[in-house]
């Protein structure tokens, strides 16, 4: 339920042993790179809305496995929880569970889940699955420890019915991931951070921004710094984007290391590395900045031209490409979601996917469990 593009069937497909007997997707987008990257087998059931689902069609299935919308309980946006119809789909599952009764869900939220209005919206949840007879567990897992190069801290809840499954599928152990490091701080959206790290928590908006999946420093010799032209390995910004072949796995060009022009309430001056810089002058809303080591500039991520200049480099944000890359779908899953979707459409996509690395996971476990405990594949 909830599809999306399906990284639950993904992750659960890499395990084996598993085969999906229908899924609810509402947007006709997201269902189109959906079918576009699964196999969908005939007689699979498919319904757009989940309150359209009617559990007396459904055949009999041992997993159900949902995303239930977010955005109702994301510190984001502004967290009303059932007050928002986005949070009550979480009862569409309810009812679908409460007449099919498989042994297992593996749900997924965002962690503002768990403090929403003091613990009392999931406090309802966990009463919810209760009362349709599942013992929950719950954990909090981040993506960068699950072999992809991206921080994304999500709520997992699984939940069984038999007894014997207790303890044997969470907690779910990754490796350590790098960390997410920030060069230069401010307000989402003027954040820039080192390539070596992690990539900040994709986002369902748009890319245009730069900020809706992070700007990254690149074309620097961390080392030496930039002594040739050949040592500027440098994207562009997002304001050239519309030019780039998103569909490549490098975009970078060559330059000089060039001073940068700073703006003043007077006009524009260079500005060369390590001087203080004004990040954007619009009236009386003049932000001023002072740049840190061998940074000549900030612009801000509203202004025509975006990004920090670092002795000469250059930074971009993220290709649509390299953000599903993020949520760890493979490169031919990639190319035909790229082949028939807009780039708006796929930053909202993988944005909204779960990480299918973890879902494998926590799938191999309960695999393991389901043989443990039922004895049979």
């Not at 403090?115 to 909090?140: C, K, M, P």
């Not at 007894?163 to 920030?182: D, E, H, M, N, Y």
């Not at 710094?225 to 998103?246: E, H, M, S, V």
């Not at 290709?319 to 796929?346: H, N, Y």
Request: net charge positive; hydrophobic share 35%; glycine share 12%.
């Amino acid at each position: 339920m909830f599809a999306g593009i399906g990284g639950f069937r993904s992750g659960l497909t890499r395990v084996g042993d598993f085969q999906c007997v229908g899924h609810c997707e509402i947007d006709k987008y997201a269902h189109a790179s959906y079918t576009a990257i699964h196999d969908i087998k005939e007689g699979e059931r498919y319904y757009p809305d989940a309150r359209q689902i009617d559990p007396n069609e459904l055949p009999d299935f041992d997993l159900l496995c949902g995303g239930f919308p977010c955005q109702a309980f994301s510190q984001a946006g502004k967290r009303q929880g059932f007050e928002d119809a986005r949070g009550t789909l979480f009862f569409e599952i309810a009812r679908v569970v409460k007449a099919k009764r498989p042994p297992f869900l593996l749900l997924e939220n965002v962690p503002g889940l768990l403090s929403h209005d003091q613990g009392r919206t999931f406090t309802t949840i966990l009463n919810a699955l209760s009362d349709l007879g599942y013992h929950v567990e719950w954990t909090v897992l981040n993506s960068k420890h699950f072999g992809v190069p991206q921080s994304r801290k999500r709520v997992f809840l699984i939940c069984y019915l038999d007894s014997r499954c207790a303890g044997k599928i969470l907690p779910v152990f990754g490796t350590g991931g790098k960390a997410l490091v920030q060069l230069v701080a401010g307000r989402q959206g003027n954040r820039v951070y080192d390539p070596d790290g992690v990539a900040c928590t994709q986002t369902c908006s748009s890319g245009g921004m730069g900020g809706k999946t992070g700007f990254y420093l690149v074309g620097i010799n961390r080392r030496e710094g930039l002594t040739q032209p050949k040592d500027t390995a440098t994207t562009l910004t997002t304001k050239a984007f519309r030019g780039i072949n998103r569909n490549a796995t490098q975009n970078a060009v060559l330059v000089e290391p060039l001073p940068i022009k700073e703006a003043t309430k007077k006009g524009y001056k260079n500005a060369l590395p390590g001087d203080s810089v004004n990040l954007g002058y619009a009236g009386s809303n003049t932000r001023r900045g002072r740049v840190g080591k061998d940074i000549a500039h900030t612009l801000d991520t509203g202004s025509s031209t975006q990004g920090v200049v670092q002795g000469g480099g250059r930074i971009r944000r993220l290709m649509p490409r390299e953000c599903l890359r993020l949520q760890g779908f493979e490169e031919s899953q990639i190319d035909k979601i790229l082949a028939i979707q807009s780039d708006t459409q796929v930053y909202k996509q993988a944005g909204n996917s779960v990480t299918v690395n973890v879902i494998e996971a926590i799938g191999r476990n309960i695999r393991t469990t389901w043989e443990e405990v039922y004895g049979r594949n």
